[in-house]
Structures are given as structure tokens and as C-alpha cells.
């Protein structure tokens, strides 16, 4: 498997878990009480942040070879922050509602446009390497 498939593989990875960091929260909220932090909270936040190291470092270096439109470094970076941070404060109700889904909507749309982004400059990679 090539970098660039792993920068998408990365990407949905990341997708699925921001939307399990969701669905935690959504979960929690509903019962009102925390998660048990080395059990369930820091080994959930540990595979994100992994992930989180990994997407980031992958994408920033392929954006320095490719052309990616409406994206910047800065988007990345903070992308995999807010993942990040997200993935701890799923587990705690008293996590502000309106601040939590904020920033959970920002990363799926980043992620959902690394993607796009990523399948169009893998097809474009491809026709010209066929027209060769």
C-alpha cells in the first residue's frame, strides 16, 4: 500500500472515530455519569491521539508534494487537536454540548475534505501517469 492510500485509510479511521467519540458522549449524557478513566478513557484517547500523530504527519508531508485545494497545514493541525481533545471529553457528561458537537462537526468536515481532496489527486496522479 502506497503513503498516499494510507493518508486515506487514516483519514476514514479518524471519521470513525470522532463519530464513536460521539456517539460515547451522546451516551454518557444520557446517563449522567463518567467513564472510568484508565479503563475506558485513556485507552480510547491514546488510539485517537496514535492516530491523530499518524494522519497529521502523513498528510502535512503530502500536502508539501501535492496540490490541495481549500486546505491548509493550520486545518490539519488543529484537526487532529480537536480530535484529540474530543476523544477525553466524550467520556465526561458536564462537557459543554453546543462547544463538544462544535468541534466534532469541524473535524468530520475536515476530514470528510482531506478525503475528497485526497481521491481527487490520487485520480489526477493516475491520468497522468496513463497518458504517459
Same mark, same amino acid.
Given at each position: 500500500? @502506497?503513503?498516499? *492510500?494510507?493518508?486515506?485509510?487514516?483519514? =476514514?479511521?479518524?471519521?470513525?472515530?470522532?463519530?464513536?467519540?460521539?456517539?460515547?458522549?451522546? =451516551?454518557?449524557?444520557?446517563?449522567?455519569?463518567?467513564? @472510568?478513566?484508565?479503563?475506558?478513557?485513556?485507552?480510547?484517547? @491514546?488510539?485517537?491521539?496514535?492516530?491523530?500523530?499518524?494522519?497529521?504527519?502523513?498528510?502535512?508531508?503530502?500536502?508539501?508534494?501535492?496540490?490541495?485545494? #481549500?486546505?491548509?497545514?493550520?486545518? !490539519?493541525?488543529?484537526?487532529? *487537536?480537536?480530535?484529540? @481533545?474530543?476523544?477525553?471529553?466524550?467520556?465526561?457528561?458536564?462537557?459543554?454540548?453546543?462547544?463538544?458537537?462544535? #468541534?466534532? *462537526?469541524?473535524?468530520?468536515? !475536515?476530514? *470528510?475534505?482531506?478525503?475528497?481532496?485526497?481521491?481527487?489527486?490520487?485520480?489526477?496522479?493516475?491520468? =497522468?501517469?496513463?497518458?504517459?
Amino acid at each position: 500500500m @502506497d503513503e498516499y *492510500q494510507k493518508v486515506i485509510n487514516l483519514t =476514514e479511521q479518524l471519521i470513525v472515530l470522532a463519530k464513536e467519540a460521539d456517539a460515547i458522549y451522546e =451516551e454518557v449524557r444520557k446517563d449522567g455519569e463518567e467513564k @472510568d478513566f484508565y479503563h475506558e478513557v485513556k485507552p480510547f484517547a @491514546d488510539r485517537v491521539r496514535l492516530a491523530c500523530e499518524q494522519w497529521e504527519q502523513r498528510v502535512k508531508q503530502w500536502m508539501k508534494e501535492a496540490e490541495f485545494k #481549500h486546505l491548509f497545514p493550520q486545518q !490539519i493541525e488543529q484537526t487532529a *487537536q480537536n480530535l484529540t @481533545d474530543v476523544s477525553v471529553q466524550a467520556f465526561f457528561p458536564k462537557t459543554s454540548y453546543k462547544r463538544f458537537k462544535s #468541534h466534532v *462537526q469541524s473535524v468530520l468536515f !475536515i476530514l *470528510q475534505n482531506v478525503k475528497m481532496e485526497s481521491v481527487r489527486i490520487l485520480e489526477q496522479k493516475g491520468k =497522468e501517469d496513463s497518458s504517459l
